[in-house]
């Protein structure tokens, strides 16, 4: 089942057929059908972009170089990367990975005015040298970020309609200030407008839900791309005009990378050592584990769940169509509504280990 055919059960909250193949919100219908799928054709890529941190925790840089993988399959078409870090050295870094994989041209925007995430791994990996005292991973020359949500306009407008995806993995900063812009000489459509008429899906790591025992650890959990900018998020979660799926903090909390796959395929892979540096980096100012650290995957889940939807995968299940409420705390809640726009990721256990493999295979060569 594609995302065409799914498109107005989604926006009207249809209850027949169509829901009762794809959105039973129950673990055993994991590996049952595809869930949503948002590409044209099953050999077309999902156009991305992707909307990030980037800088502070160390799976944003993980999910980024997914994209890439994903991408020399084929699968997705990386259309451009916003940062809501308004850190410098976090944009130079996505420049720097851009490039590792072979895609300099991929355009970067750096957020204006928005929180500085402090972490040293993009600085200290931009530093590396290799043996002739050049920079290991450099920066392409005349790298210039634009500014993320100006950006955003441009990517929207030039984009066909109903044919983009974004994955935020960060704090919804830039999407919520997106909806505010007018019209400008990029597009006479307002932001609010540019979204509905050029956005298929959003696929978003935020919040933390619990829908049976299994994730009643998680119920009062305050996560972090909420917390950061709590308005921003209040305003996705009521305004955004399009459907979005979100991957709680319990589900990639509960999928995690492989220790071994870090210490051997992205140490010996030519492209990503990359991130094999980044992390070694990061857990020396964050853990005491280095390598051995099983760090969870949150935002790989948001990137995997758009690129890999056909069926039989039994990757993830979803709730049913609802709404999602962010309290002036962070606290995020879900509730079924027959006209819902959003849903929320569900993970059992036999899917979890399919995830974790899939990132094993996916992550560290093409």
């Known amino acids: 089942m594609t995302f065409r055919r799914l498109k107005n059960a989604f926006l009207f ?3 027949g057929g169509v829901w009762s193949c794809v959105c039973v919100a129950t673990a055993a219908n994991a590996a049952e059908g595809d869930l949503l799928d948002v590409r044209d054709s099953a050999d077309a890529p999902v156009k991305m972009i992707f909307d990030t ?8 840089a993980f999910a980024l170089g997914l994209i890439h993988h994903l991408a020399d399959r084929g699968a ?8 809501t870090n308004a850190n410098e050295p976090a944009g130079r870094f996505v420049a720097a990975l851009n490039a590792k994989y072979g895609r300099p041209g991929v355009p970067v925007g750096v957020a204006s005015n928005s929180t500085k995430v402090f972490d040293e791994y ?10 002739n005292g050049a920079a290991e991973y450099p920066v392409p020359d005349g790298f210039k970020p634009e500014e993320s949500v100006s950006l955003l306009r441009r990517l929207l407008a030039e984009a066909e309609d109903g044919s983009v995806v974004i994955v935020q993995v960060g704090y919804a900063s830039n999407l919520a200030a997106l909806l505010e812009t007018p019209g400008d000489s990029v597009s006479p459509l307002t932001g609010a407008e540019l979204a509905a008429k ?12 619990s829908f049976d025992d299994s994730t009643a650890a998680y119920r009062d959990h305050k996560e972090w791309n909420v917390i950061c900018d709590i308005p921003a998020m209040q305003k996705f979660a009521a305004d955004w005009p399009t459907p979005a799926v979100f991957s709680g903090y319990e589900t990639g909390d509960r999928v995690r990378m492989s220790p071994v796959n870090l210490k051997n395929d992205y140490r010996r892979s030519p492209t990503s050592k990359i991130l094999y540096d980044a992390f070694g980096h990061w857990t020396a100012r964050n853990t005491k584990e280095g390598y051995d650290h099983r760090r969870p995957t949150w935002d790989l ?5 758009v690129a890999r939807p056909e069926s039989g995968r039994g ?3 979803l709730s049913e169509a609802g709404e999602v409420d962010v309290r002036d705390d962070g606290l995020t809640t879900f509730k079924a509504a027959a006209n819902g726009r959003r849903r929320v990721f569900i993970l ?3 899917a979890r280990i399919r995830v974790e493999e899939a990132f094993v295979n996916l992550c560290s060569e093409p």
């Open 13 to 15: 909250g249809a209850v």
């Open 53 to 60: 941190d980037i800088g502070g925790d160390i799976d944003d």
């Open 76 to 83: 997705v078409e990386l259309l451009g990367v916003t940062l």
């Open 122 to 131: 993009p600085s200290k990996t931009l530093a590396q040298k290799t043996a």
């Open 198 to 209: 050029k956005v298929r899906l959003v696929s978003l790591m935020a919040g933390a839900f």
């Open 301 to 305: 889940t948001s990137v995997l769940f």
């Open 315 to 317: 990757y993830f299940a």
């Open 348 to 350: 059992d256990e036999a």
